[in-house]
């Protein structure tokens, strides 16, 4: 399972855009790019997946090199409830071990 | 609603007591799997499971035991717990229709052993 590289925390104020990049640079070709959000003692929340180009949903969009090995979240006009830990994975998921990493740690300043 | 239930959400007990966790899902989901979370060790898969009577270890697999009897449900049992497992537990469940399916992940077990 391709390893994961984040940066540990983040800081940032109400209304801004922010980007979480996350390497991973012995992504296979089968491997999908799986970003989980985890607020305190709460299960990690699934927020977007993507294989490759650019991935956009309600929450976020994500954003993959043509290359795979990172991958960036963008969360847009991030809000105080949006402090969290924020997982990048890499993998085919469903069928192997999930590793985690430790995470990024995002404050949200109001 | 969709979701993974996970009983009891906090359980305190002693030293080789052997306690079960519960873990149900209603998503007719083929993979479910366990993970213990630690400060500063993150999230750490202690088994996982595939479909009805196929299990495996994960990273963590030592002084747990699992079971998969039934699709929907997927105990995780600590036979004689010992102080090193008191940890914050998570079991999830997944879809294998197609690779990479995200994992739907309970609200938490959080055990302590004294």
């Known amino acids: 399972l391709a390893k994961t590289t984040q940066p540990i925390s983040m800081d940032s104020y109400e209304g801004q855009e922010v980007n979480i990049t996350c390497s991973h640079n012995?992504?296979?070709?089968?491997?999908?790019i799986t970003w989980y959000q985890q607020f305190p003692s709460q299960g990690p929340r699934f927020i977007i997946q993507?294989?490759?180009t650019k991935v956009t949903n309600e929450v976020a969009s994500l954003f993959i090199p043509a290359d795979r090995k990172s991958s960036t979240l963008s969360l847009p006009r991030v809000s105080l409830s949006d402090t969290a830990v924020y997982y990048c994975?890499?993998?085919?998921?469903?069928?192997?071990?999930?590793?985690f990493g430790k995470g990024t740690r995002l404050s949200v300043i109001a | 609603e969709a979701q993974v239930t996970q009983n009891p959400r906090y359980l305190i007990t002693v030293t080789g007591k052997k306690l079960t966790v519960t873990c149900s899902q209603n998503?007719?989901?083929?993979?479910m799997s366990w993970y213990r979370q630690d400060p500063g060790l993150g999230l750490r898969q202690i088994y996982y499971?595939?479909?009805?009577?196929?299990?495996d270890k994960g990273d963590v697999p030592e002084g747990y035991k699992v079971s998969r009897k039934e699709k929907r449900n997927f105990p995780l049992i600590l036979e004689s717990p010992s102080p090193n497992q008191t940890s914050l537990y998570f079991c999830?469940?997944?879809?294998?229709?197609?690779?990479?399916?995200?994992?739907?992940f309970g609200d938490g077990t959080r055990l302590s052993i004294l």
């Open positions: 999830a469940s997944s879809s294998l229709d197609r690779v990479g399916q995200p994992q739907h």
């Open positions: 012995n992504i296979a070709t089968n491997d999908y």
């Open positions: 993507g294989y490759k």
């Open positions: 994975l890499v993998g085919p998921s469903g069928n192997t071990p999930l590793v």
């Open positions: 998503m007719n989901h083929e993979y």
């Open positions: 499971s595939m479909n009805v009577e196929v299990t």
